[in-house]
């Protein structure tokens, strides 16, 4: 138990670091949203309709390759054969996180693009060799609605980046062929609410969502003040806005990443909808020693499987000098079940 209130401290006092850290740009990042979104074009990858029917005997042994062997019957998680075009488990997805405002939020944005872009494809390179049996694939995970100290003029504690800011990512994500995640902090707010702001880019083939239980406070805490918490429900409002995307717009399936290293921040994990259109990943997001890592991740990502999973890597929290070091691809591949979407910050 102190073990793991060790990790719990470790991962609060990033948080409390990071909610703020945005917050200096407060007024410039207001006055530059604008209505971008009209003007914003979809992409114009293959469309759902022309892709072939996944086969269903290579996806189940896929996902059974996936399962590591387990033998308790959680994993791989029965759920709905995905539709065509589906990424998982077809590839393993490698992002850098982070926010364009802030060097202090993760890799992406704390170096310079190019820099950053080398070294993404580097780590895409260890994963590949790591696992032959799965391609690997690169993407940019920004965060596109930062949780505030701050109410702000709605009272919600959160700021939503300019769409320009998130343009500039997806022409990055060309250059090296990568998926693009915007991810979502909300605040005072809600999924319902916050999600529907970024339809422009989800209508896009190659643009996938990530939200962040951490920092949704229920009970009206300023973010950052403690660990915040979504349920099933909450989810469930991000699955049917991303389905009906995929819908109507003929698109393949989307990935929903949901980050978590506590119990309390997510409950109802067994009424979470998994559906044709949605690939949800449950995403380890705790730092510090390997063991501590690897505890948060079987009490809370095993035991309680909803459908694909996430490890998220720190380079300089995972490698202080009181911590076992980084995982690196080698180790993780030998989790039950293995991660198929590998976070860095």
Known sequence: MKKQAAAILL???????SVFSVGCNDAKTTTAIKSEADTTKTDT????????????????KKMLLM?????????????????????????????FYGNLFSKRMGILGEIPKDSMLKKLMGEVANWQA??????????????????????????????RMPFHQIDTIVSWA?????????????????????????EPYLKMP?????????????????PGSKIGTFTAEDI??????????????????????VHRFTQGMVTGYDRIKKVPEVQIVMDMDGFGDKVLKR?????????????????KLFYKNDNKPNTSGIYQPEELMKFTPKPIYIQYQ
């Open 67 to 95: 399962s590591n062997n387990d033998t308790t019957g959680k994993w791989p998680v029965k759920a709905p054969y995905p539709l065509a075009g589906a990424i998982f488990p077809y590839n393993r997805v490698i992002a």
């Open 206 to 222: 190659n643009v996938h969502l990530g939200i962040d239980p951490e920092f949704s406070m229920k009970n009206g805490e300023r």
């Open 130 to 159: 790591a696992d032959t049996a799965v391609k690997t694939i690169p993407a940019l995970h920004y965060v596109a609605t930062t949780a505030q100290g701050a109410p702000g003029k709605d009272g919600k504690h959160r700021m």
């Open 174 to 198: 060309k250059e090296i062929n990568a998926l693009v995640f915007v991810d979502i902090q909300v605040g005072h707010s809600t999924v319902k609410a916050e999600v529907p702001t970024f």
């Open 11 to 17: 991962i609060v006092t990033t948080v409390l670091m």
């Open 236 to 257: 469930n409002d991000a699955i049917d806005f991303l389905a009906d995307v995929v819908r109507k717009n003929n698109l393949p399936p989307k990935i929903l990443v």
């Open 295 to 311: 505890s948060t991740y079987l009490r809370y990502i095993y035991r309680e499987p909803v459908q694909f999973t996430g490890f």
């Open 45 to 60: 990858a293959q469309p759902a309709s022309t892709l072939q029917p996944i086969d269903t005997a290579d996806f189940d």
